[in-house]
Each structure stands twice: as C-alpha cells, then as structure tokens.
T-cell receptor, first 115, second 116 residues
C-alpha cells in the first residue's frame, strides 16, 4: 500500500524567507510520480510541482523546488522568498505506477507567512 | 484557474436526500476523477472515468455513483445522504489517465456539501 507522511501540521515563516515542507512516502513501486498541491483558505486545490521517480534532477517551478531524495523516500517542497499569498495548506501526493490512477495524499501542512 | 469547472459551489440539503454534482474537465482532458475531502478522512479518491468508461474505483460508497458523458463532463450522484457525507467534493481531470505517473491531475474549485 502507498502512504504519504507529512509530519508538520503547521509551519510559520517570515516574509521573504525560504521554507521547507517535509514529505516522506512509502511505496514498493519503482516508477511513481510525486506532486505538491496548494489549498488556500478559499478551498481550491492548485497544482504546484511534479517530480518523477526516474528524474535525475530536482524539479523546479518558479519559487518552488522539490528536494527529492529517493533513497530516503523524501520529496520536500522548498518555497523561496515567501510571500503573504503563500499562506495556505500544502499537500504532498503520490501516484505510483502500480496503484491505479489515484493520487494518495498526505494530511497536509498549514503554512503561515508572517510580516 | 485550472480550467476544470464544478457546479454548484455550495449545496445544503437534508439527510436522506439525493444530490448531483457536476464537473467539466479541462479542454482536451479525457479523464475525470472524483475526490472527497473531509476533516476526519482527509482527501480520499472516489472514482475515475476515462473517455466515458469507469477506470478506477476507490473508497466510494454504494450510495454514491458517477458517470461520464460523451462530451466528457461528469456527474457524481450522492443518495440517501447522511450527516457524515458533508464534505468538499473535488473533481479533477488529466490528459490521459491510463496509469502514466506523469499524468498531472488538475482540480476544480470543489463543491461544498452540507447535510443537515
């Protein structure tokens, strides 16, 4: 069975600072995709970044980067130069090759950006 | 804006009733997925349709059913509603949905269902 663990229920960061949101995963599949989504207080789920298990380089997308450590089964999201608009719930999700087409989500991390 | 639309945005109904949630996928996407987000269960996959056919099933109750129409929009039907069905229901869509790990799912804004 696939599992995603996000151990930080809440995080605070100062505006303009960088922050790392932790995500570890468990799967026996060799091929899988890892995703991060942002859920603001308004409720929608916004796709941020994707990392494939066979990708040799860490994914980056603007201020978002994914610190992928395959041996440790971790896929941490790094947000650089935090902005007030980054305050939201962040979810890590996985889609293994052998797990059908569903995304398995972690419990999320609530990020609060402060002035 | 993800390009996925869901209606209605909010729905308030009583126990025992039946409701229909509607979803239109992004242009060109063939797969539609339904997820339920509740405080106690988190985000749970319910069901996937690919080009009109059921492709994958998750923790979907027998009281719930879904379908995808020829124009690729999808409906999720919830019947004999219980208090515990109150949740945020998301529809997501992706280009393919045949198992490729790279196939990103884009979510709609969700329908918030309140069962009183």
């Amino acid at each position: 069975a696939q599992k995603i663990t996000q151990t930080q229920p809440g995080m605070f960061v100062q505006e303009k600072e960088a922050v790392t949101l932790d995500c570890t995963y468990d799967t026996s599949d060799q091929s899988y995709g890892l995703f991060w989504y942002k859920q603001p207080s308004s409720g929608e789920m916004i796709f941020l970044i994707y990392q494939g298990s066979y990708d040799e380089q860490n994914a980056t997308e603007g201020r978002y980067s994914l610190n992928f450590q395959k041996a440790r089964k971790s896929a941490n999201l790094v947000i650089s130069a935090s902005q007030l608009g980054d305050s939201a719930m962040y979810f890590c999700a996985m889609r293994p090759e052998g797990g059908g087409n569903k995304l398995t989500f972690g419990t999320g991390t609530q990020l609060k950006v402060e002035l | 804006d993800s390009g996925v639309t869901q209606t209605p945005k909010h729905l308030i109904t009583a126990t025992g009733q039946r409701v229909t949630l509607r979803c239109s996928p992004r242009s060109g996407d063939l797969s539609v997925y339904w997820y339920q987000q509740s405080l106690d269960q988190g985000l749970q996959f319910l069901i996937q349709y690919y080009n009109g056919e059921e492709r994958a099933k998750g923790n979907i109750l027998e009281r719930f059913s879904a379908q995808q129409f020829p124009d690729l929009h999808s409906e999720l039907n919830l019947s004999s509603l219980e208090l515990g069905d109150s949740a945020l229901y998301f529809c997501a869509s992706s280009r393919r949905g045949a198992g490729e790990v790279t196939d990103t799912q884009y979510f709609g804004p969700g329908t918030r269902l309140t069962v009183l």
